[in-house]
């Protein structure tokens, strides 16, 4: 992110970069990359420094991949801490945690000019003839064994890690000794006890010998008021801003990377008085859902895109019969099983408009962890407030990955979750002149027409009718409540340049390395900026007034550019506005936009000055998306099939 | 979660039939579908459930249009999944009659791994399965309880699949109740409904109910009218008297297996029955001992907490 170094000035024994003495003492933001096998604990060394950065009021934000395997396979988990605003989890790595040879081969390159290798000297052999880092060899597999006691198991090695790392950047060794104590806390004491002893041995190992300098984060004093910094990821976001958005219920079924969120349903809800059920499978899942929220208990089920494709034709019921429902996709690489532990967002057209029918439904996608919180909260509100299903998009990258952020105001925030069962005088289920108000059972309707709730197309008692007027109208009513919907969402402001060349648009969690991109870009002196959507379905009305200042419009996101060379967004926005100068950005790696990556299909083979584009889109003609010379930002450039 | 409505309300009319009664069932004149309905109104009536905590569900066929013909609340749901939507309505809300009607491909075909799901976890629900032995709605195709030879328009030289013991499969998967009724014989479906809702758990009641358009005369052999005969099942009185060691203990599996390996069409009435604890119950008793734990704490006091940890 910052375009200089930015580690403490340094001065270490042979064998050292030249670049080591251009370091500041102290640093305001730094890259950590855990490099190593899943079964290590890497993840939980990096929560443990996520947690403390959070703790120390540091802004945090963290990048994990897992393998698909049950147990094995290499693994890495990237921490960035800055003293500023953290948006991404970083190109490059200040400092790379090397566990094993293969850790050191693939991810050497990610090591900054500069930068530190800490490696495992028991098991890494790096080549120290590359000058471009700083080599520091630890045997960190044999003192770990070692410190706790020589058994022949080299678990313990993340926390001896830890404690190094806790040395080397002078982090505040009382709050993370606390941090491991918690994390222990109610199971057998010795296992605290090894960690400790884990962290101690890592803690004292001279690393001044190889090493001689520390770094120090600069400290940011905490204003006066300022709330306090919780650190989460992002599905433990979305279950808690459940809980706060008065949702009791729920039902799910296992499946990567969306059981985390109803593990902890599972457990917390029953504290609220609530249960969340596993069901025998994602179509019992949805519709045991369902019948909470006909109950009167707005509930929730989620999955991935599998357990979603399976929840389709459920979900079409909760459009036809005008059931509050609100619905998690943790999105991962598709289709079908796919990419269980890689990220992608090619699951917003299946949101959108998976299933048979106009079933008309509301989709948000959350954009950071924080955000995982409050969109909770706001499909909730919103599933009550227009009776209809809601869908919340996430991906394994929010899922996965730690942030802090500023606590929520809870006394603002918590929703009373109790059903309505006030009697009715008489109850049309579905009246065609306002919004459906579901009345659950038990709710006595005093002049004794009681409602049917039917996925029959049914007049506004729920009936079934075949009339085609009927159908015709009540078609319109459930669409009408989403256009009604789009009023009220706020129109997103714009990041960066309020007009310009290039607007960057970007919906879930690309949002920080799209903002990052922006930053740099601007820089560089680039007229550029950006808008970030929340609310997919509906779109926020008066995007045009925002697409009208500038002269190229790229959507940024994380699926396939498709048949006709654009990702889902940009389809959908091109279908929207009929606007050719929207174009796209795609890729399906099954990883998280990288800033630079993203800049450079932006600006593809250009350098940042050059606006070669802006000539087309100024003397745009109808329909130029056909033409290729407009669709340039797609790396490969498809022959474009519909005018 | 208190789900009471204290709104002080005028003194209740009496549940008339004329009150639970909605549209006139589109079923074929002759269909068996509606003794099974008219026993619905008489048992609700004659049991006096408060109006508003009758809930009556149904997934999709020609018995799952049920609900459209009771004034009540109610939904009708998808193929086969009114089994988990009738659980979910239950374990939130113990204050409802959840009742649940359907037929053979929707229960034990499209809806067969909620069925054995549903009474796997006992869920406290009472579902009348109505089993005509053909699909209905969509014409005459051959149904998971088709017998062997039917002849339908998947199966034109008569179907070769081996049907689905219904008593079996219930009471392997664990249902609590277990009974098989003939929509002809009323008051014996009367009896079974009252003894299934009565029943804490999941109470499943297969009644025969002869499609008259599709497969007629399927159960004249277990009608008296038509010449069959209708073997009601006598349970053991516990009067210990030689007689009573011949009669059925309805807490017995292995007798109720056996009872369900006669040929058709076999006997009627329980064949199964026991108390094992519901879902609902044992859901409940986590809830109140964990909330007991934590003091009974307000959901801002519990939230705030969890977030005090994450600080």
Redesign the interface.
């Known amino acids: 992110m910052n375009p200089t170094p930015n580690l403490p000035e340094n001065n270490p024994p042979a064998p050292a970069s030249e670049r080591a003495d251009l370091r500041p003492e102290s640093i305001n933001d730094a890259v950590i990359r855990l490099a190593g096998n899943s079964q290590d604990g890497i993840q939980s060394a990096g929560a443990f420094l996520a ?1 403390l950065a ?2 120390s009021d540091q802004d945090v934000m963290t990048y994990m991949t897992i393998p698909a395997t049950i147990s094995g396979g290499p693994s890495i988990f990237q921490v960035r801490i800055g003293t500023g605003e953290v948006l991404s989890a970083g190109d490059e790595a200040d400092f790379l945690v090397a566990f094993y040879q293969h850790s050191y081969q693939d991810h050497i390159d990610f090591l900054k000019e500069g930068g530190v290798l800490l490696y495992d000297s028991d098991n890494v052999e790096p080549n120290l003839d590359d000058k471009r880092f700083v080599y520091v060899g630890v045997p960190i597999t044999g003192l770990t064994v070692e410190a706790l006691g020589g058994t022949a198991k080299d678990k313990g090695k993340n926390i001896f890690v830890l404690g190094l790392i806790s040395k080397i950047f002078q982090l505040d060794v009382e709050k993370m000794k606390k941090l491991i104590g ?1 994390k222990f806390a109610g199971k057998d004491a010795s296992i605290a006890n090894t960690a400790l002893m884990a962290f101690q041995a890592g803690y004292g190992y001279p690393v001044g010998k190889v090493l001689s300098h520390q770094y120090q984060f600069e400290h940011v004093a905490k204003k006066p008021g300022a709330p ?5 990821d992002g599905n ?1 976001a979305l279950a ?1 801003g459940l ?2 958005g008065g949702v ?2 729920g ?1 799910g079924y296992p499946i990567t990377p969306w059981s985390s969120v109803m593990e902890i349903l599972r457990s ?1 809800l ?6 969340f ?1 596993q ?3 994602e ?3 949805v ?11 707005l ?1 929730i089920t989620g999955s991935a895109g599998p357990g979603i494709s399976l929840k389709t ?2 979900i079409g ?1 909760a459009s036809m ?1 005008e059931i509050p429902l609100l619905i998690i996709n943790v999105q991962r690489g598709g289709p079908s099983t796919g990419l269980p532990t890689n990220v992608e967002q090619s699951d917003l057209f299946q949101a959108i408009y998976g299933g048979h029918g106009d079933s008309p439904r509301v989709v948000l996608a959350a954009k950071t962890v924080e955000d995982c919180f409050y969109i909770a909260i706001e499909a909730a509100r919103i599933a009550r407030k227009y009776s209809t299903p809601v869908f919340i998009l996430s991906d394994t990258s929010l899922a996965t990955r730690i942030e802090a952020f500023d ?2 105001k ?2 603002e925030l ?1 929703q009373d ?3 309505d ?3 009715l005088d008489t109850h049309k289920p579905y009246a065609l002149d306002k919004i459906t108000r579901h ?7 005093r002049d ?9 197309e049914h007049d506004e008692f729920g ?2 009718t075949g009339s085609p007027k009927l159908h015709m109208a009540m078609t319109a009513k459930r669409r009408n409540k989403l256009r009604q919907l789009a009023e009220e969402i706020p129109v997103p402001e714009v990041f960066g340049d309020a007009e310009g060349d290039t607007l960057l648009v970007g919906w879930g969690s690309t949002y920080g390395p799209i903002h990052d991109a922006v930053k740099r870009a601007l820089e560089h002196g680039e007229k550029i900026g950006a808008i970030h959507l929340r609310h997919l379905h509906p779109l926020p009305n008066g995007l045009e007034k925002i697409f009208a200042k500038f002269k190229r419009i790229v959507v940024v996101e994380m699926n396939d550019q498709g048949v006709y060379g654009f990702g889902q967004l940009a389809t959908i926005l091109r279908a929207r506005y009929c606007e050719p100068k929207i174009q796209s950005v795609t890729k399906t790696d099954g990883l998280t936009f990288r800033v630079r990556e993203i800049l450079e299909d932006v600006f593809q083979g250009r350098t940042f000055a050059e606006k070669k584009i802006t000539k087309h889109a100024a003397h745009a003609p109808e329909h130029i998306d056909t033409a290729p010379e407009n669709v340039d930002s797609v790396k490969e450039v498809v022959p474009q099939g519909v005018g | ?3 009471d ?1 204290l ?1 002080a ?1 005028p003194p209740r009319e009496k549940l008339t039939k004329k ?1 639970i009664t ?2 006139h069932p589109t079923w074929c004149p002759g269909c068996g579908d509606f003794a099974v309905l008219a026993c619905y109104y008489k048992v609700l009536e004659k049991r006096q459930i408060e ?5 009556t569900l149904a997934g999709i066929g020609c018995s799952s249009r049920f ?2 013909f009771v ?8 193929h ?14 113990p ?2 009659h959840v009742f649940l009607f359907g037929g053979d491909g929707d229960g034990f075909s499209i809806g067969g ?2 069925l ?2 549903g009474a796997r976890k006992n869920i406290n629900m009472t579902y009348v399965i109505m089993d005509n032995f053909v699909y209905g709605l969509t014409k005459k195709q051959t149904s998971p309880t088709s017998p062997i030879g039917f002849k339908s328009k998947t199966d034109p030289q008569g179907a070769i699949d081996q049907p689905v013991n219904a008593m079996k499969k219930l009471v392997a998967s664990g249902a609590t109740f277990v009974a098989r009724t003939h929509a002809s014989q009323v008051n014996h479906m009367i009896q079974m409904i009252e003894r299934a809702m009565d029943h804490p758990g999941f109470s499943v009641i297969e009644c025969l109910s002869e499609c008259v358009e599709f497969f007629p005369g399927a159960f004249d052999n277990a009608n008296p009218r038509k010449g069959g005969a209708f073997e009601v099942i006598e349970e053991k009185k516990y009067d210990n008297t030689p007689e009573d060691e011949a009669r059925h203990d309805v807490t017995d599996e292995l007798a109720a297996y056996k009872l369900a390996q006669i040929p058709f069409p076999g006997v009627f009435g329980v064949f199964y029955q026991n108390d094992r604890p519901t879902k609902n119950a044992l ?1 409940k008793k ?2 109140d001992s ?2 007991e734990k ?1 003091g009974q ?1 307000t ?2 006091a ?3 907490k ?2 005090d ?3």
Do not use: C
């Open positions: 947690r959070g703790r918690e306090a910094q919780i650190t989460m433990q808690y809980i706060a009791r219920y039902a917390e029953p504290k609220y008085g609530g249960l059920v069901a025998e499978d179509l019992g899942a519709s045991i859902a369902l019948g909470f929220s006909y109950s009167g208990n509930a034709e459920a019921w019969a606590e929520p809870l006394t918590m979750p109790k059903p069962l006030t009697p009345a659950p059972p038990g709710t006595p309707i004794g027409k009681y409602p049917l709730i039917s996925g029959l009936h079934p | 979660m208190s789900t409505t709104t309300e009150a909605a549209d109006h508003e905590k009758i809930v609900p459209y004034n009540g609340h109610g939904a009708h749901f998808i086969g999944r009114a089994v988990p939507l009738a659980s979910g309505i239950s374990l939130a809300r204050d409802l791994n909620h054995d799901h859901e986590w809830i964990t909330r934590l704490p959901d801002l519990l939230l705030q969890t977030f940890r994450m600080k």
